[in-house]
C-alpha cells in the first residue's frame, strides 16, 4: 500500500473518532444551551458567592430529579435556616444578608432547580407535588428538623407550598415579597420590562427591569448584576410561572407556623392587599410594609429587613416595637 493511500486511511480513521467522540460529548442541560454559556454563568456565580464575606461549604447532593447545589454557612450548633432565592437570582442574593442570618443560623442556601445556579435538572419540568418531594429529599439529607425558613419572590412561594404540606418539619418562616402567593402580580404592565427581558435579553433592558424591582439599583454589586443579568439572558422560558397561583383561603389557614411577610411599598409584585390577605388568612402572621423598597427590598433597605427578620426568628418578643 502506497503511502499516500495509508495517509487517506488515517485521515479518515481520525475524522471519524473525532465525530464519535463530538457525538458522546455532546453537550446536554437542560438551562444552558453551550458548554461555553454555562462555564461564563458559573464563572460569574463565583465571583458573586465571593461576597458573602463569611466561611462557607458548597456540596451537591443527589436526588429523584438531579443535583441540588447547596450552600452552608454558619455555626453548626446553630438553629437551622434554609434560604430560597427569588427566580434566577440564585442563592448568591443573600450577600447583603448572609453575615446578620449566618451569626447563629446554620445556613443551607439551596439553589432552584429549574434556573441558572449550580444545580443541574436531569428530568422533565417539576410539577408542584414534583417540588415538594425534591425540596424534601434534600431536607431528609441534611437530617433538618424543626427549621426555619426564608424565602424570596418565587423562593417565598414555594416556601408556602411547602408549608401548607402536612405533617412539614418547618417552624418559623419570612416571606419577603413572596410573588402570587396572596394575589396575582399587582402592576402587570409595570412587570412587562422583565417578560420583555426574558424574550430579547439585553443590557439595555436588563438596567430597565432594575429600576422597576428596586427602589435602589445603585445599592445592587457591579459584580452581582453581572450574574444576574447572564442568568436573565440565560433563563429557560418554560410554563412554571404560570403554575404560581395564588393559594387559597383554606390553604393559608391551615398554615399555623409563625410567619412575618415584609413587602415595600413600592413593589410592583404585592401591594396593601397582600399584607391584608396575609393578616386575614394566616393565624400567626406578622406583617410590615417597608418604606422606600421595592421589589428587592433585601438590598434596597437591608438593614431594615435584617434586623426584622432577626428579630423575628430570634426575639419575637421585642418584634411589636420594630418598625421603619
Known amino acids: 500500500m502506497s503511502t499516500s493511500k495509508i495517509f487517506v486511511r488515517l485521515f479518515f480513521i481520525i475524522l471519524l473518532t473525532a465525530c464519535a467522540s463530538s457525538k458522546k460529548t455532546k453537550f446536554e442541560d437542560y438551562v444552558f444551551k453551550t458548554e461555553s454559556d ?13 461576597l458573602w464575606d463569611v466561611p462557607y461549604t458548597e456540596e451537591n447532593v443527589k436526588t429523584s430529579f438531579g443535583t441540588a447545589h447547596v450552600i452552608i454557612a454558619g455555626p453548626k450548633n446553630g438553629k437551622d435556616l434554609v434560604l430560597l432565592h427569588g427566580m434566577d437570582a440564585s442563592s448568591t442574593m443573600w450577600y447583603p444578608n448572609i453575615k446578620t442570618l449566618a451569626k447563629n443560623h446554620r445556613i443551607y442556601a439551596i439553589d432552584f432547580l429549574m434556573e441558572p445556579n449550580k444545580s443541574t435538572l436531569t428530568a422533565k419540568p417539576l410539577s408542584k407535588e414534583e417540588i415538594v418531594i425534591w425540596y424534601n429529599e434534600i431536607f431528609n439529607h441534611y437530617k433538618l428538623k424543626k427549621f426555619d425558613m426564608i424565602g424570596a419572590s418565587r423562593g417565598g412561594w414555594i416556601a408556602t407550598l411547602l408549608a401548607v404540606q402536612k405533617n412539614n418539619s418547618i417552624d418559623k418562616i419570612v416571606l419577603l415579597s413572596p410573588a402570587q402567593t396572596f394575589k396575582f402580580i399587582d402592576k ?25 424591582f428596586s427602589t435602589h439599583p445603585e445599592k445592587i454589586s457591579p459584580v452581582y448584576n453581572r450574574q444576574f443579568y447572564l442568568a436573565n439572558k440565560y433563563a429557560k422560558s418554560n410554563s412554571s410561572m404560570l403554575k404560581m397561583t395564588p393559594f387559597s ?57 435584617n434586623d426584622a427578620m432577626i428579630n423575628f426568628l430570634e426575639k419575637p418578643s421585642n418584634f411589636v416595637s420594630l418598625q421603619n
Request: no cysteine.
Open 38 to 50: 454555562k462555564q461564563n454563568y458559573t464563572a460569574s456565580y463565583n465571583k458573586a458567592l465571593k
Open 188 to 212: 402587570p404592565r409595570k412587570t412587562s420590562s422583565a417578560l420583555l427581558l426574558k424574550l430579547f435579553p439585553s443590557e439595555k433592558k436588563f438596567s430597565k427591569t432594575l429600576k422597576t
Open 249 to 305: 383561603d383554606d390553604e393559608l389557614k391551615s398554615i399555623q407556623n409563625p410567619v412575618l411577610v415584609l413587602i415595600g411599598d413600592k413593589d410592583v409584585i404585592n401591594s396593601e392587599e397582600s399584607l391584608e390577605r396575609a393578616k386575614k388568612n394566616l393565624p400567626n402572621a406578622k406583617t410590615i410594609m417597608i418604606k422606600d423598597a421595592g421589589h428587592f427590598l433585601s438590598i434596597d433597605q437591608s438593614k431594615f429587613v
